[in-house]
């Protein structure tokens, strides 16, 4: 597939709002229901979804019997995440047969699949409207067409890696907001499906990234996630871009007390200019996610990663070098196909040396489309279960000592929310570590000096001793 970036212009947008205005008229007062699976920029999409169903006049709920609109904005990276979506899509029956006005939207990751839309055209007679990524731009007049036309709308895989700017939003409110500083993907990790549903990398100019950084904090979001799938290339498509560690300074020399945190960093365009920026810029966070994926050399060379078991750890050692206080995190895949014993015991090792703060561990999916999914594929689960569950020990154990190692010490953290348990709240620390606080809602988007008086393998608990 050829993929281009399509800068959305100002007029194409103008037309989707006016779409909108068209439908308010119809849709006012209905509700509308946006459910969201997958990651960080899935969530940010939700929000663009929110902002046009605001326009077209209709309520949200978090309720999906009492909605007249439901939106499935979903994940493709593993088939658990597939598989949720089409039970839910499954459970809507009843919803439909309550209610034959329904309508049930698909977007997202799985959507820009032919052969997830294939399915759904076959088995899932109940879903409307499926439309892909790079489609979600032009949402209103992609549900105007479903409700007008009488018939199901499927606009997926236009191949067309579209860029825009100016779409309504709403945000959650609350202390930390999500800004998308490139979309896409070009390094085609040989189990990934994100490249093939999310095209290619393509960057936000740094001018509309700063200044929405500049909106945010004066709105009083404390703590922005800037997001991209390997924020390390930002800028490299632009012919006049910015580094990613250029764009940090930027949007630290914005004044006001926030935080700046950021993912995902893919290790082979992780550098020192980066770790630099980090060290120099006081609302930058202390925080590094670098997935490993594998610590075998051969297993890494058939992932296409990149690098090296050894040049990982030497990076990871020079992160340190540059941030004495790093909090390094990561994710591993455990069980890539032909991932032997041995192979194992060298994630094991990195793992040791690497000692992470914390880790996400799965399990290896097939993804349909990707390169590894022809690989043989001798392990059973149960073997892949076992080397998970090993894994897992492994890191609890570094996690619980390290967090243990933050007993006694006093902390400046910013207090994003409320805990589960009545009466706590939670908070942060630079480095983006959980602590769990007793505290009121006047607490909530405050920083807060902290001691942290107990841990466990993945949170802190504190005590507030000052609020500044
Ligand atoms: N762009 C990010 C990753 C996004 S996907 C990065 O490169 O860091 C998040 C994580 O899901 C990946 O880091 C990987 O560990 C995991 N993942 C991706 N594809 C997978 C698959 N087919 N099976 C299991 N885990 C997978
Ligand atoms: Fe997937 Fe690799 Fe791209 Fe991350 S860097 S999204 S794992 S292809
Ligand atoms: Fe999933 Fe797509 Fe994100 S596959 S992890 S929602 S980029």
């Not at 294939?118 to 979600?136: A, C, H, M, Q, T």
């Not at 764009?247 to 700046?260: H, K, Q, S, Y």
């Not at 000096?449 to 993945?458: E, F, R």
Request: hydrophobic share 40%; glycine share 8%.
């Amino acid at each position: 597939m050829t993929y281009k970036r399509t800068e959305i212009t100002p007029a194409q947008i103008e037309n989707q709002l006016s779409v909108c205005q068209s439908l308010n008229r119809r849709l006012a007062s209905r509700r509308a229901f946006v459910d969201t699976f997958g990651c960080q920029q899935n969530e940010s999409d939700s929000e663009l979804l929110r902002g046009y169903f605001a326009e077209m006049g209709c309520t949200l709920t978090q309720n999906e019997a009492e909605a007249d609109i439901i939106v499935l904005n979903t994940c493709a990276v593993r088939e658990h995440a597939e598989q949720r979506v089409f039970g839910n899509l499954g459970g809507f029956t009843h919803l439909k047969r309550a209610n034959p006005e329904l309508i049930v939207c698909v977007c997202g990751c799985m959507a820009a699949q032919k052969r997830i839309a294939e399915k759904i055209k076959k088995s899932y007679s109940l879903v409307n409207l499926v439309f892909g990524p790079d489609e979600l731009w032009r949402f209103p007049e992609l549900l105007q067409e479903t409700i007008d036309g009488g018939k199901r709308v499927f606009a997926t895989g236009s191949g067309e890696g579209s860029l825009v700017e100016g779409l309504p939003r709403v945000r959650e409110a609350g202390v930390r907001a999500w800004l998308s500083i490139m979309y896409g993907c070009n390094n085609f990790c040989s189990y990934c499906i994100v490249p093939y549903t999310r095209g290619r990398e393509r960057s936000r100019r740094a001018e509309d990234v700063v200044a929405e950084a500049r909106g945010l904090i004066e709105s009083g979001y404390k703590d922005l996630t800037l997001l991209g799938q390997n924020v390390n290339s930002y800028g490299k498509d632009l012919s006049d871009g910015i580094s990613f560690a250029q764009l940090i300074r930027e949007i630290n020399a914005i004044p006001g007390d926030f935080v700046i945190r950021f993912m995902t960093s893919h290790p082979k365009d992780a550098t020192e200019e980066l770790f630099s920026a980090m060290a120099d810029c006081s609302k930058c966070e202390n925080h590094l996610h670098l997935p490993l994926q594998a610590g075998s050399d051969e297993i890494l060379r058939r992932m296409n990663r990149g690098y090296t078991a050894k040049e990982y750890l030497a990076l990871a050692a020079r992160a340190r070098s540059f941030i004495p206080e790093l909090v390094l995190t990561t994710d591993i895949i455990v069980g890539f196909p032909g991932e032997s014993e041995k192979d194992f015991a060298a994630t094991l090792e990195v793992v040791e040396k690497a000692r992470f703060d914390a880790m996400f561990t799965f399990i290896y999916s097939k993804r349909a489309g990707t390169p590894a999914a022809t690989l043989p594929d001798p392990y059973t689960r149960a073997e892949k279960q076992a080397h998970f569950d090993r894994l897992i020990e492994l890191q609890n154990q570094i996690s619980a000592e390290k967090h243990a190692a933050y007993v006694g010490k006093t902390l400046r953290v910013l207090i994003d929310g409320f805990d589960r348990e009545e009466g706590f709240l939670t908070a942060r620390t630079r480095g983006g570590r959980l602590v769990r606080l007793p505290g009121t809602a006047a607490d909530v988007g405050k920083f807060a000096q902290v001691t942290i008086d107990g841990s466990n393998t993945w949170a802190l608990k504190g005590q507030i001793i000052d609020n500044r």
